[in-house]
């Protein structure tokens, strides 16, 4: 069964720095291209970030370009996201998600909630 | 960057009804048009790829249409367990881009 799980979320400043993890497992993590996406409270869904399934290209929007950071670890099957610099509008629920089937984010984890406030 | 835009932004229909749901893109994708339901406290459901492929385990009952810059999502007889929220994505171009999407409530 694919599972994602995220964890590293909570209570930051502004201007403060955070770490994501997102622990895979039931597929070949090393084979598929994964991203993160957000969730402001009440909001819609916004793509934060993607990494091909080596690593070697990262792709973001202009929104967090320069401030987050996006890289995995295929050996130990997890993603990470590297937000700094971080704004009162970064407060979401972070999402990771792999990318499967028709170039879709087939299997989601349940989310890690980063809140922005001093 | 591609935007798109969902409307009606909420729906409100009794169990049994068809649902309609459209999602207008800025420039053509093509076929390359994602839909998703959300539910509250829930992450995202992949329903549609490709405008009009169902997922695995989607039901029937779910159908997209589409192509270039309009695309329509239906559900043929709502169920109880339909009435959520959905968004459509675009893949064709950086960057990935969601509609702001519709929710279904029950009337």
């Known amino acids: 069964e694919v599972q994602l799980l995220e964890s590293g979320g909570g209570l930051v400043q502004p201007g403060g720095s955070l770490r994501l993890s997102c622990v895979d497992s039931?597929?070949?993590?090393?084979?598929?291209?994964m991203a993160w996406v957000r969730q402001a409270p009440g909001k819609g869904l916004e793509w934060v970030s993607s990494?091909?399934?080596?690593?070697?290209?990262?792709f973001y929007p202009d929104s967090v370009k320069g401030r987050f950071t996006v890289s995995r670890d295929n050996s130990q099957n997890t993603l990470y996201l590297q937000l700094s610099s971080l704004r009162a509008e970064d407060t979401a629920t972070y999402y990771c998600?792999?990318?499967?089937?028709?170039?879709?984010?087939?299997?989601w984890g349940p989310g890690a909630l980063v809140t922005v406030s001093s | 960057e591609i935007v798109l835009t969902q409307s009606p932004a909420t729906l409100s229909l009794s169990p049994g009804e068809r649902a309609t749901l459209s999602c207008r893109a800025s420039?053509?994708?093509?076929?390359?048009l994602i839909w998703y339901q959300q539910k509250p406290g829930q992450a995202p459901r992949l329903l549609i790829y490709?405008?009009?492929t169902r997922a695995t385990g989607i039901p029937a009952r779910f159908s997209g249409s589409g192509s270039g810059t309009d695309f329509t999502l239906t559900i043929g007889g709502l169920e109880p367990e339909d009435f959520a929220t959905y968004y459509c994505?675009?893949?064709?171009?950086?960057?990935?881009?969601f509609g702001g999407g519709t929710k279904v409530e029950i009337k």
């Open positions: 990494i091909t399934s080596g690593g070697d290209y990262t």
């Open positions: 998600a792999r990318r499967g089937v028709g170039v879709a984010f087939d299997y």
């Open positions: 994505q675009q893949r064709l171009r950086w960057p990935i881009t």
């Open positions: 490709d405008a009009s």
């Open positions: 039931g597929f070949t993590f090393s084979s598929y291209v």
């Open positions: 420039q053509s994708v093509g076929s390359q």
